[in-house]
């Protein structure tokens, strides 16, 4: 009897295993979730459409803006927007680790190199303001004055037209956009000083300036505000304040495109965000954080 009773629990263990197993087989073809996700932007509308964007601060506050205001309208769209600047945001939608990567410069040689399959979307134009605390009694610098303050010839304020004072240099760290502009319109792409201070954001080099009496640095248009003081660029006689107007007319000297990039055309959820931000409601949002419209 006893044996009878083993064999029986023993018939019915294999046959549970079996289930199990055919149960697995079945989740294992058909995948495990339940909730149809398109981290490329191609999910059905039936679902949650996921698309990651990241790079540049420049552009960072104008996309989660956008990305808010877009997801307010699409239930269904979920956008995820980080920063960490334009060579990592070049680099992830390069690598496929993100569906967008944002850039406030244009892409370099070796990385239209290594990801020739990257296409272009201007999104803004932006200027780079030169910015000093707030009570420095400088008004304008020539582009000559400003490369030879970063390059380190410059070093007190007096050589400019200032106070007797030490200059602080601050900059941004070598993955930004926004250096690599100011390197190439203002350095020609000469070495920085040594000593400068390097900022891993606009809103870091901006607090930076607030407190900091002798300091000097460059930001995007929409972190200029009332608690630093922007310096106009003195180009043959005119000085130019950094502002919107002035990028539109193509007067102010420093200026550069935003762009957001995708590895190959846009499509699904990438698409729609894009085109959001190209229209009229999604350039007011560009417009309401401090850059210039493209359309």
């Known amino acids: 009897m ?15 295993l079996g289930i199990v197993a055919a149960f697995a087989l079945v989740c294992g073809c058909t995948g495990s979730s339940d909730t149809p996700t398109a981290s490329s ?28 205001s877009f997801m307010m309208e699409d239930k269904s769209a979920d ?50 303001g030169v910015i000093i605390y707030k009570d420095n009694p400088v008004e304008s610098l020539t582009i000559d004055q400003l490369k030879s303050i970063y390059k380190g010839e410059v070093t007190n304020w007096n050589e400019v037209g200032g106070d007797d004072m030490e200059i602080v240099v601050v900059g941004r760290d070598s993955s930004s956009g926004t250096r690599e502009t100011f390197s190439e319109l203002v350095m020609d792409k000469e070495d920085f000083v040594a000593t400068q201070m390097e900022k ?12 900091t009496p002798g300091a000097i640095g460059y930001v995007g248009l929409g972190y200029i505000d009332d608690t630093i003081k922007p310096v106009q660029i003195d180009a043959d006689g005119n ?15 420093i200026a550069r495109s935003l762009n957001m990039f995708t590895n190959g055309e846009a499509t699904g959820l990438s ?22 419209c493209v359309n």
Do not use: C, W
């Not at 949650?48 to 956008?66: D, N």
């Open 239 to 253: 000085r130019i304040m950094p502002s919107v107007e002035n990028v539109q007319n193509g007067s102010y000297p």
């Open 200 to 211: 891993n954001s606009n809103g870091a080099v901006q607090q930076t300036i607030v407190n």
């Open 2 to 16: 006893k044996k009878d009773q083993t064999f029986s629990r023993g018939m019915m263990l294999v046959a549970v």
């Open 271 to 292: 698409k729609d965000y894009i085109d959001f931000i190209l229209s009229s409601d999604g350039q007011a949002i560009i417009e309401e954080e401090g850059f210039v």
């Open 41 to 68: 932007g191609t999910g059905q509308s039936t679902g949650i459409r996921t698309i990651s964007v990241t790079g540049s601060t420049t552009v960072l506050p104008a996309a989660q803006a956008a990305a808010e």
């Open 79 to 128: 956008i995820m927007v980080s920063g960490g600047g334009s060579s990592v945001g070049v680099q992830a939608v390069g690598e496929g680790t993100a569906d967008i990567g944002m850039a406030s410069r244009e892409l370099k040689d070796s990385e239209k190199e290594k990801y020739p399959g990257l296409v272009q979307h201007v999104i803004a134009r932006d200027g780079i």
